[in-house]
């Protein structure tokens, strides 16, 4: 029964940085080999795998997105979190946190738990 929540402001300015936090229960994000992604979905698109963290504190990160993103984590309180700098617009967008089997099937966007997602929008 493991759950996620997301959480962090809905609302942040165009050229500052995004923060979000998940929120891990029923299960270990140190426990092997499960990696914890952030996906993300825009309005009127598509699902978009953003970045990993695994089991052991291993980062991946889309290509598109490795400049400006960095994922993180704190065990001791079971969660792990997204930072995305330079934000604009195009980043407005619900967010997801996400736990896979492992990282090579978090990188496939291959999950076995979701959060329920948060909406982020990017304005002025």
């Known amino acids: 029964q493991v759950q996620l929540q997301e959480s962090g402001p809905g609302l942040v300015k165009p050229s500052q940085t995004l923060s979000l936090t998940c929120t891990v229960s029923?299960?270990?994000?140190?426990?092997?080999?499960?990696?914890w992604s952030w996906i993300r979905q825009p309005p009127g698109k598509g699902l978009e795998w953003m970045g990993v963290?695994?089991?052991?504190?291993?980062?991946y990160y889309s290509p598109s997105l490795k400049s400006r993103t960095s994922i993180s984590r704190d065990t001791s309180k079971n969660q792990f979190s997204l930072q995305l700098s330079s934000v604009t617009p195009e980043d407005t967008a619900v967010y997801y946190c996400a736990r896979s089997p492992s990282t090579a099937q978090a990188m496939g966007v291959e999950t076995d738990y979701w959060g329920q997602g948060t909406q982020v929008t990017v304005s002025s």
């Open positions: 029923g299960g270990s994000i140190t426990t092997s080999y499960y990696a």
């Open positions: 963290i695994a089991y052991d504190g291993s980062t």
